[in-house]
């Protein structure tokens, strides 16, 4: 059924609000003047082409009162959190239509600090109230009237990862394009999503500016990092919209950091799989003015990021490296036609891959590239991001990489420890449901660097390990299970026990393994394995979590765990060039042609090396 609708008079924007119903979705008209009187909409309703006629609907006009809020994290400070609130009949507040900047028409929630306030007519409505997956979801119900002006969320965690020296990040978040389309050349500001990166509990925040939004975000671009208040972007906007929202900083505003730096999408190189570049000193690649300029490749890209001093790797890297195998490794060749891992595997022979994101896409097709690029020797961490708002609008954090630093990151200097450590492999990654606290090889915690061994001997793992599964099966189990992003604890879940396995994976295949109570208590787990070659040792909750590797090297050799790893990429590199080669502009082939033929080079000296098939 379409419907013509048409106000008489017209409305104007203010603070009484009429709702009506068109094909089940909620509708509002504000009007500035006026009281809880009768007021009409003249709906004029047709099926397409032939007009069925009119009806007139009768609404009441409710006030809207200023209703405060006092928002406090576990410790008892002001923070930020995301607050989802939803009348009896179940409509969205503020209506989404109605919102601006800061709040998201995408999102059912908004992001609210302690001393903020949000408009809201009389009535009952339930609150649900969070700051990331280390918070627990608490839902409660208010009832707002002349009396009841004030909401009091106090937000409670089931695990706080920063006491054992673990701090969370995404480096891959979007400030315009995707859900952002409907103002394609801007997006939102740096005041919009530093809120989005407090709200969900995160440290920091990467926000990359990538083409549909590269003309005008590449404004905040000032290769520093930045912890801004939450202004309003466009205060005359919240005024002629009638919003009472007025910014109000809290004590954990200090704790959250966003850097603006680029993700190489839908530049020329893009067809190649996409770059996410951070630590930039310089947004523009030299000798361009636009992004049809840049190169049509990626590895001249790295070389320029490593120049100066920044770092480079994959996105959503798991799109393009599907197959039919769900086993890890595998050995399937991949379609490679999308625009993830792609032409790492060439890249990495260069010693210019500094990660592989993921925890967004494919869980497999994600770990399987790296666990042979790791099998051949190769070193890159494996880091969580989201994609927010494209593969996920959902919210910021969706994937997280939690990286082990002695304080606190704060400011450049915090930010550069961090974004060091996390190249280093002092991190973990995931979904924010479950967490490695500690992990140790023989004493040796991951990124302190090698566990040198003479001969080959039985190592001993300890870590201190928590998850946490919802009591209750998600309602949204389906979309968990058959979505683009398949990492969430939940697919973990050993049948409809409250328990989950942890593995230990040695050289990309599992060595030994146990359960883990998902309860939310950090619980001691440890194993002990032979090894008789340099190898790589990790842990993983799959698809939940994934400690980077200890590695352990015998007698000074390097990894040189799998020859059929070794001959997977070797392939992998023809797979490429034959998918990829077509895009690269002519007068760039010559050299292209040139870092192809090293990478298969490189490969086959790695398989002449290899002791096990």
């Not at 060749?333 to 790492?344: F, N, S, V, W």
């Not at 896409?361 to 927010?388: I, K, Q, S």
Request: include cysteine.
């Amino acid at each position: 059924m379409r419907y013509k609708m048409n106000t008489i008079p017209p409305a104007e924007i203010g603070d009484f609000v009429m709702c009506f119903k068109r094909d089940g979705e909620i509708g509002r008209v504000w009007l500035r003047e006026g009281n809880a009187e009768m007021a009409q909409l003249f709906a004029y309703a047709f099926q397409w082409p032939y007009d069925s006629g009119h009806r007139e609907l009768d609404f009441d006009c409710l006030p809207s009162r200023s209703v405060s809020l006092a928002v406090c994290d576990a410790d008892g400070r002001g923070c930020v959190a995301s607050l989802a609130i939803k009348d009896r009949q179940d409509r969205v507040y503020p209506p989404r239509a109605m919102r601006v900047a800061p709040d998201l028409y995408f999102q059912p929630q908004i992001y609210r600090g302690d001393g903020e306030t949000i408009l809201l007519p009389d009535g009952e409505y339930t609150v649900e109230s969070k700051r990331g997956p280390e918070c627990l979801r608490c839902t409660q119900t208010v009832a707002i009237d002349a009396g009841h002006t004030r909401i009091e969320v106090k937000l409670q965690r089931w695990i706080d990862p920063a006491k054992w020296g673990w701090y969370s990040g995404d480096t891959h978040i979007h400030a315009g394009g995707c859900a952002h389309y409907s103002s394609p050349t801007e997006g939102v500001a740096p005041e919009t999503m530093i809120r989005q990166v407090r709200g969900e509990g995160l440290v920091i925040g990467d926000v990359l500016t990538w083409a549909p939004s590269w003309y005008y975000q590449k404004q905040f671009f000032t290769g520093h990092a930045i912890s801004p208040p939450a202004n309003l972007e466009h205060p005359e906007l919240q005024l002629a919209n009638d919003a009472n929202l007025r910014p109000h900083p809290t004590p954990e505003d200090t704790e959250t950091t966003l850097r603006y730096d680029v993700e190489v999408s839908g530049f020329p190189s893009s067809h190649a799989g996409h770059l996410v570049l951070l630590r930039l000193t310089d947004q523009d690649y030299p000798g361009t003015k636009i992004l049809e300029d840049w190169p049509s490749w990626n590895l001249p890209i790295l070389k320029w990021v490593r120049s100066q001093g920044a770092l480079g790797g994959y996105a959503h890297c798991g799109i393009g490296m599907v197959t039919d195998s769900e086993d890890l490794p595998n050995y399937e060749i991949p379609p490679m036609d999308g625009i993830g891992t792609q032409e790492a595997i060439i890249d990495v022979t260069h010693g210019l891959v500094d990660f592989l994101s993921g925890c967004d896409t494919h869980p497999v097709a994600e770990l399987n590239a790296w666990y042979h690029m790791m099998n051949c020797g190769f070193r890159m961490a494996f880091v969580g991001e989201t994609d927010y708002p494209c593969i996920t609008d959902e919210r910021v954090g969706v994937g997280r990489s939690y990286v082990r630093l002695e304080h606190r990151p704060v400011d450049d200097s915090g930010y550069e420890d961090w974004v060091r450590g996390m190249a280093q492999g002092r991190l973990y990654c995931g979904d924010g449901r479950s967490h490695f606290l500690d992990f140790k090889v023989n004493g040796r915690r991951s990124g302190d660097g090698d566990l040198a061994l003479k001969t080959s001997e039985t190592l001993e793992i300890e870590a201190l390990v928590a998850a946490r599964l919802e009591p209750e099966e998600p309602a949204n189990l389906a979309a968990i299970n058959h979505g683009l992003n398949r990492w969430h604890l939940e697919r973990a879940r050993i049948g409809t026990t409250n328990t989950v396995p942890v593995e230990l994976i040695v050289n990309g295949c599992v060595a030994d393994k146990t359960t883990l109570i998902a309860d939310g208590k950090p619980r001691t787990i440890s194993f002990k394995t032979p090894i008789t070659r340099s190898s790589w040792i990790a842990l993983r909750i799959f698809p939940s979590s994934h400690t980077h590797p200890v590695f352990a090297i015998i007698g000074a050799r390097p990894v040189r765990a799998s020859k059929r790893s070794t001959q997977w990429c070797r392939a992998c590199v023809d797979k490429v060039w034959k998918v990829k080669s077509p895009f690269i502009r002519e007068s760039e082939k010559p050299a292209a042609v040139e870092a192809f033929d090293h990478a298969r080079t490189a490969y086959e000296a790695i398989a002449n090396e290899c002791e096990v098939a």
